[in-house]
């Protein structure tokens, strides 16, 4: 379990899938929450089954396990959630409440319980009952066409809408959380993870409303440039600073007041750049460049070794020896970092399903009989 931080005493269900809760209920309980995941019997949530996945994100969880669709599932969810501060999950619309395990129906046994819905598409929308996962939301949102400009995108080996989405799904809760300090009663988190998506288009939306295009255009200096060992490295001069920086460096004093030059111009421009960095390995670059915004496309095993990864302590090592990224948020200024996060492993599929049950007031015969149903 987790140690001290500013969500101690907060206690959380998680009846979600894959990464969307997985990673929403990782950042509270990080703050000190306690979440308790409950799993189908049997195999548990598919993220299991994802290598890395389980580890990184539901360590220091409990889990349990409850077959939602079992007749038994409403009394058992009734006896958990009357206990509970927040309740997470990523059910299509409606299908909980069919069940009689809904917002409304867990709502009237715990009026203060906060109620964080995570799905694609959000509660009220025509694509609701449309199946999707994170590439799905970053072709919906307008993203992946940004990303690829005029090319046919690569696929992105990582999640990325999903994250967002869950972050603001936190922000959704603790703000509800709040609001409950005040008024005593939950609310209903209504998350769209294309919502969240889509908000990071907020000022091309804004442009392209007034008539302007989306995206940034092209520029030699915000972009990637292959060096002489074959590596990447990111060129963020978009500024005046780093673009004379870079200009004076490399010795191009014709490209100085070139920084905003049109498309056709920046082309060449970036071709020149090529031509240059193509010339060095991309560790040379970095180190020659500190003030021209260069930096390396690193990969996952550069990020175990970074400098900056390690001054910041960013690796969390489990128990069970599995290494993890810890929390971005940070809580200095009151002693130790509130959101360390806890080196408890990733729990076994219902390692804690009986004391979970024991702690919600079931006897042994009823937990006994749950199993013997195969509701838990």
Request: a negative charge.
């Amino acid at each position: 379990m987790t140690g001290a931080g500013p969500l101690t005493g907060i206690r959380v269900l998680d009846l979600s899938r894959l990464h969307p809760g997985a990673l929403c209920t990782r950042l509270l309980a990080d703050l000190g929450a306690e979440v308790l995941r409950v799993e189908q019997p049997g195999p548990g949530d598919l993220l299991r089954t994802i290598p890395g996945a389980h580890a990184a994100y539901n360590h220091g969880k409990r889990s349990m396990t409850l077959d939602l669709r079992h007749d038994a599932a409403p009394a058992v969810l009734r006896r958990l959630a009357a206990d509970a501060d927040v309740l997470v999950e990523s059910a299509r619309p409606g299908s909980l409440d069919r069940t009689g395990i809904g917002f409304a129906q867990l709502g009237a046994v715990n009026p203060g319980l906060v109620w964080c819905s995570l799905t694609g598409f959000g509660q009220a929308s025509p694509y609701a009952d449309r199946p999707a996962h994170d590439l799905s939301f970053l072709g919906y949102s307008g993203l992946l066409s940004l990303l690829a400009g005029d090319s046919v995108p690569a696929t992105p080996d990582v999640v990325i809408a999903v994250p967002i989405g869950a972050l603001v799904a936190v922000i959704g809760i603790l703000a509800a959380l709040r609001e409950r300090d005040r008024t005593g009663r939950g609310r209903l988190v209504d998350t769209s993870i294309l919502d969240a998506a889509s908000w990071l288009l907020s000022e091309h939306v804004a442009r392209v409303s007034e008539g302007g295009a989306a995206g940034w255009g092209v520029s030699a200096s915000r972009r990637a440039y292959r060096c002489a060992d074959g590596r990447l490295l990111t060129l963020a001069a978009a500024e005046p600073r780093p673009w004379r920086a870079l200009c004076a460096t490399l010795d191009l004093p014709d490209l100085v007041d070139r920084l905003y030059a049109p498309a056709a111009e920046q082309t060449a421009m970036a071709e020149r750049l090529a031509a240059l960095f193509a010339s060095r390995p991309m560790a040379a670059w970095v180190q020659l460049l500190p003030e021209a915004a260069v930096g390396p496309v690193s990969t996952v095993p550069d990020l175990l070794h970074d400098p900056h990864v390690r001054a910041r302590g960013n690796l969390l090592e489990l128990e069970d020896g599995a290494t993890v990224l810890r929390s971005p948020v940070r809580l200095a200024g009151a002693g130790d970092d509130a959101s360390a996060g806890s080196p408890a492993p990733a729990p076994a599929c219902g390692e804690h399903t009986d004391l979970v049950l024991t702690k919600a007031g079931f006897t042994q015969s009823e937990i006994a009989t749950l199993r013997r149903e195969k509701a838990v």
